[in-house]
Every structure is written in structure tokens, then in C-alpha cells.
T-cell receptor
């Protein structure tokens, strides 16, 4: 079946603009995760949605970052007033269940965000 | 918080040679994931290990989990150019999403 898809694949934006990144998880997966991958920083967790539970936002770096998951499926990560340090690849993953017990997380191809 | 350290950071091997990548945790490992990433692409799931002593294989890649040493190793036998990429280990941190090591970049020369 179809894997996790993300759009756009590349986004170039000017400093100070808002951006929206979209993630379509694998159908039937109840858990959805956003990660950020920066040069020199590795891959860091941002936010986690599991079913109808309140999301775990503990990884969001600032209040300029927010995410929604509508209808338990598609998710949008929004970055307001983008800064150059926001430039990174934003990866989305989904899994059949949550974290206890752990399930395999399947990743999308990512959105490469460049803030000029 | 838990940290994962991978070694080596990068590796160049000749085609046909064996190699091992290690992932060491600062805390007890309850679940360990291995992923592979090619430049500009997402992460490809390789294996998940949950129990101490567990060993899994997929084609020429074998991963083991040593809970006592809080370590996992990924071994590739008879490496091929298709094995080139970045290998990342990840682990569950206190019931939340995965934390990752910084990755090991593997190059295979023919």
C-alpha cells in the first residue's frame, strides 16, 4: 500500500513568513510523529499524536511551531515567522499503535525547508 | 534524558568486506530501532529489537541487542554499493517518541 507522503518536498521561504507542511500517514495508522533533521543536530523529535489523546508537544522548539491532526489522519505542521535556524528537513512518521509496546515507525520522504 | 551514541561516525569499506556499526545508550534500552537513510530521502525501517540478546537478520544485515551493555550492533556481511547510506539507531525515550543517534555514514567502494 501507499507509504507516508509529505508535501511539499521542497519549500523556500523568506525570513518572517509562515509555512505549512503537510503529512499524510499510512491509512489505519493511529500514531503520527513529526521530527526535524538539521545538519550537525541529527534527528530530533517535535510532536506526537496518538489517536484522540492530547498530543505530546514536548519537542517543539518554540511557540512559533504548532501542529494539528484533523480527523485522526492528515497532519499539518505550521511554523510562524520563520527564522533561518528553522531551515532543516522535516520528517513525518506514522505507526499502527503508540509507544507501549512500541511499533515500527514508517517515515515519509521529508520536506526540505530553506529560510532565506 | 537518554542519549544514543553511534560509532564510527563514518566508514569507508571495500565492496565485499564486512563491517559493524555500534549504538550505545546512556540508559537501559527497552527497544532499539535501526533505520537507513539515503541522501535527500526519508528513513527506511530496517529492524526493531526489544529483548536482551535478541538478534534479527534481513538479507545481509544482522542486528543484535545487548541490554547489559546498553548497546546494539549492526553487522553487514559482504558489503555492496547498495548498502551505502546513513545508518541511524533510535530508541524509545520514557514512553514518548524516538530519540536518534547522529548516524553513521557508510561508503562502499567498488
Amino acid at each position: 500500500g501507499a507509504g507516508v507522503s509529505q508535501s511539499p518536498s521542497n519549500k523556500v521561504t523568506e525570513k518572517g513568513k509562515d509555512v505549512e507542511l503537510r503529512c499524510d500517514p499510512i491509512s489505519g495508522h493511529t500514531a503520527l510523529y513529526w521530527y526535524r533533521q538539521s545538519l550537525g543536530q541529527g534527528l530530533e523529535f517535535l510532536i506526537y499524536f496518538q489517536g484522540n489523546s492530547a498530543p505530546d508537544k514536548s519537542g517543539l522548539p518554540s511557540d512559533r511551531f504548532s501542529a494539528e491532526r484533523t480527523g485522526g489522519s492528515v497532519s499539518t505542521l505550521t511554523i510562524q515567522r520563520t527564522q533561518q535556524e528553522d531551515s532543516a528537513v522535516y520528517l513525518c512518521a506514522s505507526s499502527l499503535g503508540g509507544l507501549a509496546p512500541p511499533y515500527e515507525q514508517y517515515f515519509g520522504p521529508g520536506t526540505r525547508l530553506t529560510v532565506t | 534524558s537518554q542519549e544514543l551514541e553511534q560509532s564510527p561516525q563514518s566508514l569507508i569499506v571495500q565492496e565485499g568486506k564486512n563491517l559493524t556499526i555500534n549504538c550505545t545508550s546512556s540508559k537501559t534500552l527497552y527497544g532499539l530501532y535501526w533505520y537507513k537513510q539515503k541522501y535527500g530521502e526519508g528513513l527506511i525501517f530496517l529492524m526493531m529489537l526489544q529483548k536482551g540478546g535478541e538478534e534479527k537478520s534481513h538479507e545481509k544485515i544482522t542486528a543484535k541487542l545487548d541490554e547489559k551493555k546498553q548497546q546494539s550492533s549492526l553487522h553487514i556481511t559482504a558489503s555492496q554499493p547498495s548498502h551505502a547510506g546513513i545508518y541511524l539507531c533510535g530508541a524509545n525515550q520514557a514512553g514518548t517518541a524516538l530519540i536518534f543517534g547522529k548516524g553513521t555514514t557508510l561508503s562502499v567502494s567498488s
